[in-house]
């Protein structure tokens, strides 16, 4: 057993600062109201709520403690990087370019701040990035589900605001699935069945 003593609470106070500049990051989601901004912290909540009630009922075989896990850090590298907003692929500036950069250096800043006393973080974010488990997958897929979520609770605010109609967000939509039933979630069926009918719902709200 690891001995605790005041560096390691020193690290505890970081990561608690860490998790309030989570919630300061904020994406271009938005509330109910169609104006407060989604912050990180609202999303990853939501995407772990929805990841492990799903997972338990309708995706038996997974480890359930894996997938709250990649839920609660697939964007934590975020704090550093911020988020780059895009809709359904589509970029809405520049950042999209660099953003694999962005995040690989914050992934690095959070080893090196993180990784002696609580390695767990970034082993985490990297074995989630591999996409090579059952667990990763099916978050990466109801990952995306998350902003139809927010579409259909604003009544489609942000898409609207960025020029998307039904026809062209149902395009984009269908567009979305398609790539990633063709790439990471071919065999995440469960999980495709509830993006699709986000999808559908978001539709309904225009």
């Known amino acids: 057993m690891k001995k605790i003593d005041v560096k390691v609470a020193d690290k505890v106070i970081e990561l608690g600062k860490l998790a309030l500049q989570f919630a300061r990051v904020n994406r271009i989601t938005l509330y109910e109201d169609g104006k407060t901004p989604e912050s990180d912290t609202d999303h ?13 009922e309708y995706k038996k075989g997974l480890n359930l403690g894996l997938v709250a896990q990649f839920a609660l850090v697939h964007d934590l590298v975020e704090v550093y990087a911020g988020d780059t ?59 995306k589900g998350m902003p139809k979520i927010t579409h259909s609770l604003n009544k489609m605010k942000v898409l609207r605001k960025h020029g998307y109609n039904k026809k062209v967000s149902k395009e984009a939509f269908k567009n979305q699935i398609d790539n990633i039933v063709a790439t990471y979630g071919k065999d995440q069926k469960e999980a495709l069945e509830i993006l699709k009918l986000l999808a559908k719902k978001a539709l309904l709200s225009y």
């Open 85 to 143: 907003p895009h809709l359904h692929g589509k970029a809405i500036d520049k950042s999209f370019l660099d953003k694999e950069k962005r995040e690989a250096k914050a992934l690095k800043r959070i080893e090196k701040e993180f990784g002696k006393v609580f390695p767990w973080i970034h082993k985490t974010i990297k074995k989630y990035e591999k996409f090579d488990t059952q667990e990763a997958r099916f978050v990466k897929v109801l990952y």
């Open 44 to 56: 990853t909540v939501m995407l772990s709520l929805i990841a492990c009630a799903v997972a338990s």
